[in-house]
């Protein structure tokens, strides 16, 4: 049984998936999604924040595809101000 995440943990997964969806900056998701070796609907899911709790891994393999620094994904889910992303 999973335990549901507190509104706090969905709100730090939005926070990421709009980090990550403007870092992918218009690039076709599908082929960030297969450089992630990840699906391309989990990787909408994610940028969508329907998965407000990925994996470690899964973060560190979308950050590579992208050339997106690691910090910056946890500036974001953990809401600094300064890495805050309209949502």
Same mark, same amino acid.
């Given at each position: 049984?999973?335990?549901p995440?507190?509104?706090?943990?969905?709100?730090?997964g939005?926070?990421l998936g709009?980090?990550?969806?403007?870092?992918?900056?218009?690039?076709?998701?599908?082929?960030?999604?297969?450089d992630?070796?990840?699906?391309?609907?989990?990787l909408?899911?994610?940028?969508?924040?329907?998965?407000a709790?990925?994996?470690?891994?899964?973060?560190?393999?979308?950050?590579?595809?992208?050339g997106?620094p690691v910090?910056?994904?946890? $500036?974001?889910?953990?809401?600094?101000?300064? $890495?805050?992303?309209a949502?």
């Amino acid at each position: 049984v999973r335990i549901p995440l507190s509104p706090e943990q969905v709100e730090a997964g939005r926070r990421l998936g709009a980090v990550l969806r403007a870092a992918r900056a218009g690039r076709d998701p599908e082929l960030v999604a297969r450089d992630a070796r990840i699906s391309p609907e989990t990787l909408r899911k994610i940028e969508v924040g329907r998965i407000a709790s990925p994996s470690f891994g899964t973060v560190l393999q979308i950050c590579a595809a992208l050339g997106l620094p690691v910090s910056d994904a946890v $500036h974001a889910w953990q809401g600094d101000r300064e $890495h805050r992303v309209a949502i």
